[in-house]
């Protein structure tokens, strides 16, 4: 089947469409086996993923606006084959174990269609088809938060919409700049990314390109000082939609560093290390210090994966093998372990209806499962070996250290401080005598719950222990990348700084 | 003693006059036919219109590009044919809004269809010349129509609508007049070509700056009112207020059409003379428009009136492409308009379609904000369409105005001005907020249980002009490049 991916992006589409006729009732288990299904159909990618080829593969292209230079153009490598596996399992499992009880099908729907976008993001290859998806994406998110989330709802749904938009129109005038550039030197329209990857730019114009798609990007991760529509947003939107906005819609901006800045502007991406690493250091002590002093459990799990986004953010920019190929694992990890994070946060919230920490305490004795579930995650979450955080916070620290030594003693903080928070966060909730009467009654996991979050920790642990059948994949393409970004490079710094591994199939062997 | 003229039928090119007059002819039977029998009903008149419509739709497109004809006074080159074509299939969607089910005093006048005729062939007179007198003519005569149409409404605001209208537009007419002396004394000429050619002989002399800034001051007076641009545009929001929502959606697209083609003809005239200070003049009133307006639409409670200040903010976001100056800059304006079209006169059709049932004389507003609250319960295909009017509207892809948002983007980055784009983005992003606003209204409140309710002003006819519209609006990534493949070529043929 060459056109998988077409079918990855249309399927959950059409079948949001026919799920307009599904009955109320039978919506919830219509939309589970569609995202199954569409799991599925995502696993069948990744077998017949040709783990050799560190190129695009099942490339599709089909011409739409040919004077324009649009072309319908997909493709996938190894960076977005797992992101697109993780988005298609964090929807699944973010629609088993969702506890929506008000209009199920609309939400049903609307989750179908944001996965259709989230796919389309990963597998674009022209950067209109992306840059499509990419806003589109924001529309089903607009109604998630703002028709199930919390009191302040309208406005954080808002302020989510309208920050990302701006940010991402000024991207696309970017991107209408490299196409025009593109056009004035070759004389043919295109916005094809493998083309525009071809094509080399002086340092300047580089710099303002840097500076336009980085605004759309950054705002999308949440980078330092582009954040503060992170915290409403999850703070309001119901647990489904924090775990997919988590999960997923964060590694849309990480990811789009990786595709575009990166390879399009070697030499600015290398101008502007430092700066970067300025803003993710100071997004990973100061979140980290706010996240300590929330009160609330899910804002802690809010500030703890902007600060997280840091780390990967950092990683990007280290320039080498290690440094990118574990943001990008690490990317997989923080939607797997955040989003799980989000889940479990969002079962104790359905049987108490508060989320403040101080209402809880001594939950370890009454909800053994839950409690070691959440410490499992949390585990991860701070980056214990052996857990999924581990391997790739160790390799971006590890890449990172060849470009600073001390900022990355700073990006290491991370690891303490997000053990002081989950710990303090764990400590207050888990530990201890139970003191309030409501909660000596709660009811441990239900096999629903059970069941949607037990995959999710046995991937933390596999990944954890054995991570090399997706490390392999991502550093080949990784290094290609390198290699071309080094040969693309005009400026000796980028070309000094710019890693390229000797031998591309040592560094999967990390561990 | 005058010789006796003669000039042969051949020279005269009838055809291209071809289109107006079976307008302005299908008018005039409709007059006679209420003539001989006044008990017809609307629905005869409105299909009889949608025929002539579509009749004067095959003349326009089987003209020959670059003609002249009629003494030399019409003009049927690329942009000509186009803006025809684009004001002929507004106008064809426009009609059947007449349809309701609900009984309205304008369309029991079959006046009503003759007049709409007869400002169609105003329109189109006025983009099929280069002659300043027939551009006149032809922008008073639809001008004229439009007011009475306005007033013909029936309610105290259209009346008051079609006075405000009336005034600035006699106003705004009286400036070109002036504008078209000041030209003429000039240079002898009132066609543009041989204005050109005159001007490019004589700009070195001294004193010929001032004049031809006295008389480009006083056209861009005239077609800013007509295009409702800063400082010029108050009257607008009042008048679409004031006019029942298909004809409020019909002036925000048809007039502009227009009004921007003679300022094509005109003002890229100047430019194409390497008059800058035109360029930045375009640009200064583009740019405080989009922005203005922009900002104006955040703060306003009424829908319609939204809508009227958006649509003010779209004109001055294409007016920014006519300072580029360049062919791409020009298809853009018609690719703009002929995307927006539908999308906006669906949103105005949806304003048409909710309707109080008894008439609000207390309230200040026809269609506040807080009717549309919670609509995806009542009319949950409704509120989908609107939102998807509203999303299109704010440049969300891939629906159809986002199409022409990037390509007027793009037009401005390949002319070198960058910023432009930059401000354009970001006015789109201020842009989107008003338009969530009625997006969150329909989708996250609750109904407003009010003592009158909404009642639906649905009908066949009126589903399938919306139909089409969400249509069009949804399937535009699969005929945008027909069309701007055929809107570029008509363009370049004609030079600009």
Same mark, same amino acid.
């Given at each position: 089947?060459?056109?998988?991916?077409?079918?990855?992006?249309?399927?959950?589409?059409?079948?949001g469409?026919?799920?307009?006729?599904?009955?109320?009732?039978?919506?919830?288990?219509?939309?589970?086996?569609?995202?199954?299904?569409?799991?599925?159909?995502?696993?069948?990618?990744?077998?017949?993923?040709?783990?050799?080829?560190?190129?695009?593969?099942?490339?599709?292209?089909?011409?739409?606006?040919?004077?324009?230079?649009?072309?319908y153009?997909?493709?996938?490598?190894?960076?977005?084959?797992?992101?697109?596996?993780?988005?298609?399992?964090?929807?699944?499992i973010?629609?088993?174990?969702?506890?929506?009880?008000?209009?199920v099908?609309?939400?049903?729907?609307?989750?179908?269609?944001?996965?259709?976008?989230?796919?389309?993001?990963?597998?674009?290859?022209d950067?209109i088809?992306?840059?499509?998806?990419?806003?589109?994406?924001?529309?089903?998110?607009?109604?998630?938060?703002?028709?199930?989330?919390?009191?302040?709802?309208?406005?954080?749904?808002?302020?989510?919409?309208?920050?990302?938009?701006?940010?991402?129109?000024?991207?696309?005038?970017?991107?209408?700049?490299?196409?025009?550039?593109?056009?004035?030197?070759?004389?043919?329209?295109?916005?094809?990314?493998?083309?525009?990857?071809?094509?080399?730019?002086?340092?300047?114009?580089?710099?303002?390109?840097?500076?336009?798609f980085?605004?759309?990007?950054?705002?999308?991760?949440?980078?330092?000082?582009?954040?503060?529509?992170?915290?409403?947003?999850?703070?309001?939107?119901?647990?489904?939609?924090?775990?997919?906005l988590?999960?997923?819609?964060?590694?849309?901006g990480?990811?789009?560093?990786v595709r575009?800045?990166?390879p399009?502007?070697?030499?600015?991406?290398?101008?502007?290390?430092?700066?970067?690493a300025?803003?993710?250091?100071?997004?990973?002590?100061?979140?980290?210090m706010?996240?300590?002093?929330?009160?609330?459990?899910?804002?802690?799990?809010?500030?703890?994966?902007?600060?997280?986004?840091g780390?990967?953010?950092?990683?990007?920019?280290?320039?080498n093998?290690?440094?990118?190929?574990?943001?990008?694992?690490?990317?997989l990890?923080?939607?797997?372990?955040?989003?799980?994070?989000?889940?479990?946060?969002?079962i104790?919230?359905?049987?108490?209806?508060?989320?403040?920490?101080?209402?809880f305490?001594?939950?370890?004795?009454?909800?053994?499962?839950?409690?070691?579930?959440?410490?499992i995650?949390?585990?991860?979450?701070?980056?214990?070996?052996?857990?999924?955080?581990?391997?790739?916070e160790?390799?971006v620290?590890?890449?990172?250290y060849?470009?600073?030594p001390?900022?990355?003693?700073?990006a290491?903080?991370?690891?303490?401080?997000?053990?002081?928070?989950?710990?303090?966060?764990?400590?207050?909730?888990?530990?201890?005598?139970?003191?309030?009467?409501?909660n000596?009654?709660?009811?441990?996991?239900?096999?629903?719950?059970?069941?949607?979050?037990?995959?999710?920790?046995?991937?933390v642990?596999?990944?954890?222990?054995?991570?090399k059948?997706?490390?392999?994949?991502?550093?080949?393409?990784v290094?290609a990348?390198?290699?071309?970004?080094?040969?693309?490079?005009?400026?000796?710094?980028?070309?000094?700084i710019?890693?390229?591994?000797?031998?591309?199939?040592t560094?999967?062997?990390?561990? | 003693?005058?010789?006796?003229?003669k000039v042969?039928?051949?020279?005269?090119?009838?055809?291209?006059?071809?289109?107006?007059l079976?307008?302005?002819?299908?008018?005039?039977?409709?007059?006679?036919?209420?003539?001989?029998?006044?008990?017809?009903?609307?629905?005869?008149?409105?299909?009889?219109t949608i025929?002539?419509?579509?009749?004067?739709?095959?003349?326009?497109?089987g003209?020959?590009?670059?003609?002249?004809?009629?003494?030399?006074?019409?003009l =049927?080159?690329?942009?000509?044919?186009?803006?025809?074509?684009?004001?002929?299939?507004?106008?064809?969607?426009?009609?059947?809004l007449?349809?309701?089910?609900k009984?309205?005093?304008?369309?029991?006048?079959?006046?009503?269809?003759?007049?709409?005729?007869?400002?169609?062939?105003g329109?189109?007179?006025?983009?099929?010349?280069?002659?300043?007198?027939?551009?006149?003519v032809?922008?008073?005569?639809?001008?004229?129509s439009?007011?009475?149409?306005?007033?013909?409404?029936?309610?105290?605001?259209?009346?008051?609508?079609?006075?405000?209208?009336?005034?600035?537009?006699?106003?705004?007419?009286?400036?070109?007049?002036?504008?078209?002396?000041v030209?003429?004394?000039l240079?002898?000429?009132?066609e543009?070509?041989?204005?050109?050619?005159?001007?490019?002989?004589?700009?070195?002399?001294?004193?010929?700056?001032?004049?031809i800034?006295?008389?480009?001051?006083?056209?861009?007076v005239?077609?800013?009112?007509?295009?409702?641009?800063?400082?010029?545009h108050?009257?607008?929001?009042?008048?679409?207020e004031?006019?029942?929502?298909?004809?409020?959606?019909?002036?925000?697209?048809?007039?502009?059409i227009?009004?921007?083609?003679?300022?094509i003809r005109?003002?890229?005239?100047?430019?194409d003379?390497?008059?800058?200070?035109?360029r930045?003049? =375009?640009?200064?009133?583009?740019?405080?428009?989009?922005?203005?307006?922009?900002?104006?639409?955040?703060?306003?409670?009424?829908?319609?009136?939204?809508?009227a200040?958006?649509?003010i903010?779209?004109?001055?976001?294409?007016?920014?492409a006519?300072?580029?100056?360049?062919?791409?800059?020009?298809?853009?304006?018609?690719?703009?308009?002929a995307?927006?079209?539908?999308?906006n006169?669906?949103?105005?059709?949806?304003?048409? =379609?909710?309707r109080?049932?008894?008439?609000?004389?207390?309230?200040?507003?026809?269609?506040?904000?807080?009717?549309f609250?919670?609509?995806?319960?009542?009319?949950?295909?409704g509120?989908?369409?609107?939102?998807?009017?509203?999303?299109?509207?704010?440049?969300?892809?891939?629906?159809?105005?986002?199409?022409g948002? =990037?390509?007027?983007?793009?037009?401005?980055?390949?002319?070198?001005?960058v910023?432009?784009?930059i401000?354009?983005?970001?006015?789109?992003?201020?842009?989107?907020?008003?338009?969530?606003?009625?997006?969150?209204?329909?989708?996250?409140?609750?109904?407003?249980?009010?003592?009158?309710?909404?009642?639906?002003?649905?009908?066949?006819?009126?589903?399938?002009?919306?139909?089409?519209?969400?249509?069009?609006?949804?399937a535009?990534?699969?005929?945008?490049?027909?069309?701007?493949?055929?809107?570029?070529?008509?363009?370049?043929?004609?030079?600009?």
């Amino acid at each position: 089947m060459d056109n998988i991916l077409s079918v990855l992006i249309f399927f959950p589409a059409i079948a949001g469409l026919l799920g307009f006729v599904v009955d109320k009732k039978s919506a919830r288990a219509y939309g589970i086996t569609v995202a199954a299904i569409e799991f599925l159909l995502s696993l069948w990618l990744w077998f017949s993923f040709d783990t050799g080829n560190a190129g695009m593969q099942f490339v599709e292209m089909i011409p739409l606006i040919p004077d324009f230079g649009v072309n319908y153009y997909l493709g996938v490598d190894g960076i977005s084959l797992f992101i697109i596996l993780m988005t298609t399992l964090m929807t699944l499992i973010g629609m088993v174990s969702m506890s929506i009880e008000k209009d199920v099908k609309n939400m049903i729907i609307t989750l179908l269609f944001l996965e259709m976008t989230m796919v389309g993001v990963f597998v674009a290859l022209d950067a209109i088809v992306f840059y499509l998806f990419w806003e589109l994406s924001l529309v089903p998110m607009l109604y998630i938060v703002g028709a199930w989330g919390g009191p302040l709802r309208v406005y954080a749904a808002i302020k989510f919409f309208l920050y990302t938009f701006m940010g991402s129109l000024v991207m696309l005038v970017g991107m209408l700049f490299v196409a025009y550039v593109y056009h004035s030197l070759t004389g043919v329209w295109s916005f094809a990314i493998t083309d525009w990857y071809a094509l080399v730019l002086p340092v300047n114009y580089q710099l303002w390109l840097f500076a336009a798609f980085f605004l759309g990007f950054a705002i999308k991760v949440p980078m330092f000082p582009f954040h503060t529509w992170l915290p409403y947003a999850h703070g309001q939107a119901p647990t489904i939609g924090s775990v997919i906005l988590a999960a997923v819609l964060l590694k849309m901006g990480t990811y789009g560093f990786v595709r575009f800045s990166l390879p399009m502007f070697p030499d600015a991406s290398v101008m502007m290390i430092t700066p970067i690493a300025v803003l993710s250091i100071i997004m990973i002590i100061y979140t980290a210090m706010v996240a300590y002093a929330q009160k609330d459990m899910k804002q802690v799990i809010a500030y703890s994966s902007v600060s997280h986004m840091g780390i990967i953010m950092i990683g990007i920019f280290a320039m080498n093998s290690e440094g990118i190929g574990g943001s990008v694992f690490q990317m997989l990890s923080h939607g797997i372990v955040s989003g799980a994070l989000f889940m479990l946060v969002g079962i104790i919230y359905d049987r108490r209806h508060t989320k403040l920490m101080s209402e809880f305490g001594g939950l370890a004795a009454v909800m053994p499962k839950y409690a070691v579930i959440f410490g499992i995650m949390l585990m991860a979450s701070v980056g214990l070996p052996l857990t999924i955080g581990f391997v790739g916070e160790f390799l971006v620290l590890l890449g990172f250290y060849e470009i600073s030594p001390v900022m990355t003693i700073l990006a290491g903080t991370s690891i303490i401080l997000g053990a002081v928070y989950m710990l303090s966060v764990f400590k207050k909730s888990f530990f201890g005598p139970v003191t309030k009467e409501e909660n000596k009654n709660l009811k441990d996991l239900t096999a629903k719950e059970t069941w949607s979050l037990v995959p999710l920790v046995a991937i933390v642990i596999w990944l954890g222990v054995y991570p090399k059948p997706v490390l392999d994949p991502i550093n080949k393409s990784v290094n290609a990348m390198l290699v071309f970004m080094e040969e693309k490079a005009i400026t000796a710094e980028a070309k000094d700084i710019i890693k390229v591994p000797q031998s591309a199939t040592t560094v999967g062997e990390v561990k | 003693m005058f010789e006796p003229i003669k000039v042969s039928l051949e020279s005269l090119n009838l055809v291209t006059l071809a289109p107006m007059l079976i307008a302005i002819a299908g008018g005039l039977v409709i007059l006679v036919l209420d003539l001989i029998n006044s008990k017809l009903h609307k629905s005869l008149y409105v299909m009889l219109t949608i025929l002539l419509l579509v009749v004067d739709f095959g003349a326009t497109i089987g003209l020959n590009v670059n003609e002249r004809g009629f003494f030399d006074v019409m003009l =049927i080159d690329g942009i000509s044919i186009i803006s025809q074509l684009l004001i002929i299939v507004a106008s064809i969607l426009f009609t059947p809004l007449a349809l309701t089910s609900k009984r309205f005093h304008e369309y029991s006048y079959p006046e009503f269809f003759a007049l709409f005729l007869f400002m169609v062939a105003g329109f189109q007179f006025m983009v099929a010349s280069d002659n300043l007198i027939l551009i006149f003519v032809g922008l008073e005569t639809a001008s004229l129509s439009l007011y009475t149409l306005i007033a013909l409404h029936n309610r105290s605001n259209s009346y008051e609508a079609a006075v405000k209208y009336f005034t600035m537009g006699a106003l705004a007419a009286g400036f070109f007049a002036m504008g078209a002396a000041v030209v003429y004394a000039l240079t002898g000429s009132i066609e543009l070509y041989q204005v050109a050619q005159v001007l490019s002989a004589r700009l070195g002399e001294t004193g010929i700056m001032a004049a031809i800034f006295g008389s480009s001051v006083l056209l861009m007076v005239t077609l800013a009112f007509k295009l409702s641009l800063f400082p010029f545009h108050t009257w607008a929001p009042d008048v679409y207020e004031g006019a029942s929502a298909p004809l409020a959606g019909y002036m925000a697209i048809v007039p502009k059409i227009a009004a921007f083609v003679v300022a094509i003809r005109i003002f890229g005239m100047y430019l194409d003379l390497g008059i800058e200070w035109v360029r930045v003049m =375009i640009l200064i009133l583009a740019i405080v428009t989009m922005t203005l307006a922009n900002v104006m639409a955040l703060v306003q409670e009424d829908v319609k009136r939204m809508l009227a200040y958006s649509s003010i903010s779209h004109a001055g976001f294409i007016m920014a492409a006519l300072a580029l100056d360049t062919t791409e800059g020009t298809t853009s304006i018609f690719l703009y308009y002929a995307l927006f079209m539908f999308t906006n006169l669906g949103a105005f059709a949806m304003l048409w =379609i909710s309707r109080h049932k008894v008439r609000r004389f207390d309230a200040r507003y026809d269609h506040p904000f807080s009717k549309f609250a919670g609509l995806v319960q009542i009319m949950p295909m409704g509120a989908v369409i609107m939102a998807l009017f509203m999303l299109s509207l704010a440049g969300v892809p891939p629906f159809s105005v986002f199409w022409g948002k =990037i390509y007027v983007m793009q037009a401005a980055v390949n002319a070198g001005y960058v910023w432009l784009a930059i401000v354009m983005g970001l006015n789109a992003a201020i842009a989107a907020y008003y338009y969530l606003k009625l997006v969150v209204y329909m989708f996250l409140k609750d109904p407003v249980k009010d003592v009158d309710t909404v009642y639906y002003n649905l009908s066949k006819p009126l589903m399938v002009v919306i139909g089409f519209a969400a249509v069009t609006t949804i399937a535009a990534i699969f005929y945008v490049q027909p069309l701007v493949s055929y809107l570029y070529y008509m363009i370049s043929a004609s030079g600009y």
